[in-house]
Antibody
Framework: EVQLVESGGGLVQPGGSLRLSCAAS????????MSWVRQAPGKGLEWVAN????????YYVDSVNGRFIISRDNAKNSLYLQMNSLRAEDTAMYYC????????WGQGTMVTVSS | IQLTQSPSSLSASVGDRVTITCRAS??????LAWYQQKPGKAPKLLIY???TLQSGVPSRFSGSGSGTDFTLTISSLQPEDFATYYC?????????FGGGTKVEIK
């Protein structure tokens, strides 16, 4: 079964850091672009970052560029999002997704930034 | 690139034909996808490349358009179609989503 499972969310203070993980199974992870997309409570979808299959290209939304780092480990079939200097406005459900036009999504992991 | 969806919400009955529009602030060729999201669930891809139906998606869903103007049409609304729908441009970075259209039961 093709599946993505996120983990690593939680409550963090403003200025803190968190690392999200996404475990992929059921497909050849190393062949696909991967994405992170977030959704603040009661709000719409916001694309966060993309990474090329070999990790050589990465793209970010302006609001996280310089604070977040997307990475992957193809040997472990895993995608990551290192989030630093977190702000209240980063509070959201974070989804990992396969492909740029995302055909497979995880269930999401909630990140809450609050003191 | 900004995407403007209209309407932001609509009420419709089972069996109705529903059309949602998505307008891009600049031309994006056919680099547009449509998603359906139900409360508490991850989005689901319906349409990619503006008009290509994702595998497993019912044929009552269709997409059209190119350049700046796009539409998602549900030919005969079913009970399971009540949800929020989003368009997404994948033409250039940063990728962007429309604000969403909530389809509610009349």
């Amino acid at each position: 079964e093709v599946q993505l499972v996120e983990s690593g969310g939680g409550l963090v203070q403003p200025g803190g850091s968190l690392r999200l993980s996404c475990a992929a199974s059921g497909f050849t992870f190393s062949s696909y672009w991967m994405s992170w997309v977030r959704q603040a409570p009661g709000k719409g979808l916001e694309w966060v970052a993309n990474i090329k299959p070999d990790g050589s290209e990465k793209y970010y939304v302006d609001s996280v560029n310089g604070r977040f780092i997307i990475s992957r480990d193809n040997a472990k079939n895993s995608l990551y999002l290192q989030m630093n200097s977190l702000r209240a406005e980063d509070t959201a459900m974070y989804y990992c997704a396969r492909r740029i036009s995302s055909d497979i999504w995880g269930q999401g992991t909630m990140v809450t930034v609050s003191s | 690139i900004q995407l403007t969806q209209s309407p932001s919400s609509l009420s419709a009955s089972v069996g109705d034909r529903v059309t949602i529009t998505c307008r891009a602030s600049q031309g994006i060729s056919s680099y547009l996808a449509w998603y359906q999201q139900k409360p508490g669930k991850a989005p689901k891809l319906l349409i990619y490349a503006a008009s290509t139906l994702q595998s497993g998606v019912p044929s009552r869903f269709s997409g059209s358009g190119s350049g700046t103007d796009f539409t998602l049409t549900i030919s005969s609304l079913q009970p399971e179609d009540f949800a929020t729908y989003y368009c997404q441009q994948v033409n250039s970075y940063p990728l962007t989503f429309g604000g969403g259209t909530k389809v509610e039961i009349k």
